[in-house]
């Protein structure tokens, strides 16, 4: 059974659609002991970092996504949660995998947000297994993550910016991008993490 | 880097896809959900889907709509037509659209750019602007409103810059003249608009053959993404052929 992190940010439906096409049993909660028996656990998320972290805040979440040590993947602003800090605020986050999050700079980035599809070049890794390398997924952001080094999975390039579109510490992973909405690459990519144990 | 996206435009009347040209003498152009995923297959980068009914019966059936495009579809999508508040936002988002495109009320009532923003992230609200020539205008292009009808009194690139500030992530532009021509997108009014913000442009109105999509994504109009719809819809052009000729002519497309 996989938790969908339920904290009332964002596009959860698409989430759980792609989950389910997968034959995943998905269970959307903020119930901690729920979430703690997760086999695999997705944060998603949507809008404004320190809205968010108000709201996991609100439903005491912060300690139970901390606690968790099953598969985690967090996707694009669950991403970014999972680093100690986000501009966007400023606001303190959950300091999964060290690192913070930072605005696309003007003078480096000619159209922000980054709507559209970007390839991802990613490290060796059982969540981009049977992936092409540098295929295409589907990015939606006008922040990126910034881990500290070792904790960058895979990279991506705004004009000839390069920052991190996937983060990795121990069980918790964080994409940047949307799987759910990336063509079959995203489907495998989900289908890798629901591999991994 | 990002590749430059082609997204077809399916107007959706009371849960049909229907086709027509300039607003008139609609048909019936199948389930949504099927014409939706023979995109997806086809090699589209995402879809917009704007609700055209006329009735509240209609819209009501929007939402399922949503719901059952979510199910199914890979890509990403946007929903517009008849959104007039925060709460119209939401339901479409909790639907399963990844972002909602406002038009008319965007231009009613600017704050709701700004709160639906701060709500669901810049990044969901597209805005739509129509334009047409209007000499009386510095950009000599005029907004107009409720399907093209009315002039909203509002020059073109002023208004584009206003809803960048207002927190709209992205615009969708459509030249009322060049709507159905299939005699090219309007480039000099993309390029205008294309230049004066930095949220990503969509050009709409006037695709016809390979080429018009050229002219607009190339680096000299600047548009980040084209949107059709009769040449997807009728099979004139096939959108991976498409993209082979766009990348032959140096465009970054996805495979």
Redesign the interface.
Known sequence: MTVLIDYDA??V??VT??LE?LGEEVVLTDDPSTILSADHVVFPG???AA?AMEKLEERGLVDVLCAVKAPFLGIC?GGQLMLSSSDEGPVRCLGLVPGRVMRFD?GQV??????????VHYKDSPLFEGIRQDD?F?????YYMDPDEGSSLAVS???AFTYSSAIVMDNFFGVQF?P?????A??RLLANFLEVR | ?????LIPCLDIKDGRTVKGINFLSLRDAGDPVENALRY?EEGA??LVFLDISATVEGRTTLADLV?RI???L???FTVGGGIRTVDDVHRI????A?KVSINSQAVRNPQLITEAA???????MVVAIDVKAAGRMPSGYEVMVDGGRTPAGLDAIAWAKAVEDHGA??ILLTSMEADGTKAGYDVGITREVAKAV???VIASGGAGKEEDFLEVLCDSCGA??ALAASVFHYHELAIASLKAYLQSHGITV??
Not at chain 1, 138 to 142: K, Y
Not at chain 2, 93 to 96: D, F, I, T
Request: glycine share 10%; proline share 4%.
């Open positions: 964002g596009n439906f698409s659609a792609a096409r949507v809008g404004h809205a602003l003007k000619h159209r922000i947000p980054q709507i559209g599809w970007n390839q295409w589907f990015f939606d952001h006008s390039q705004a004009d949307h759910e909405k990336s063509g079959r995203g489907a | 880097m990002l590749a430059k996206r997806q980068d995402e719901k979510a199910s199914v890979e890509i990403p988002v909790l639907s399963g990844d701060s709500r669901f992230g810049s990044q969901c992530g992205e930095s949220i990503p980040d993404a996805r495979f």
